[in-house]
């Protein structure tokens, strides 16, 4: 499975950017789809997950402001990032995974910067 991240960017608090992931390979088996972000001096962290049955989580510092989807028939996992603040500030990087626990696949990751 080969994942390739797109979308970010820079932009200003409050602004909005989308987040694409497209997926080539067999990506029968995968079962949860992710986006993580890292920013700088900090571990990576779970921003939002999607599983093959629809079911959605998000961590508590984004609910309300992003939103994740899919495209089953694109092979394309999305991250609709609104009233972006300067702590949002991260590499974002989609994950793939058959299920919770295991490591996944990884896409290049994308640089998103919030600032004024």
């Known amino acids: 499975v080969q994942l390739q991240a797109s979308g970010g960017g820079l932009v200003q608090p409050g602004g909005s950017l989308r987040l694409s992931c497209a997926a080539s390979g067999n990506i029968f088996s995968i079962n949860v789809r992710a986006w993580y972000r890292q920013a700088p001096g900090k571990q990576r962290e779970l921003v939002a997950s999607v599983t093959s049955g629809g079911i959605t989580n998000y961590a508590a510092s984004v609910k309300g402001r992003f939103t994740i989807s899919r495209d089953n028939a694109k092979n394309l996992v999305y991250l609709q990032m609104n009233t972006l603040k300067p702590e949002d500030t991260a590499v974002y990087y989609c994950?793939?995974?058959?299920?919770?626990?295991?490591?996944?696949?990884w896409g290049q990751g994308t640089q998103v910067t919030v600032s004024s």
């Open positions: 994950n793939y995974k058959m299920s919770w626990g295991l490591e996944g696949y």
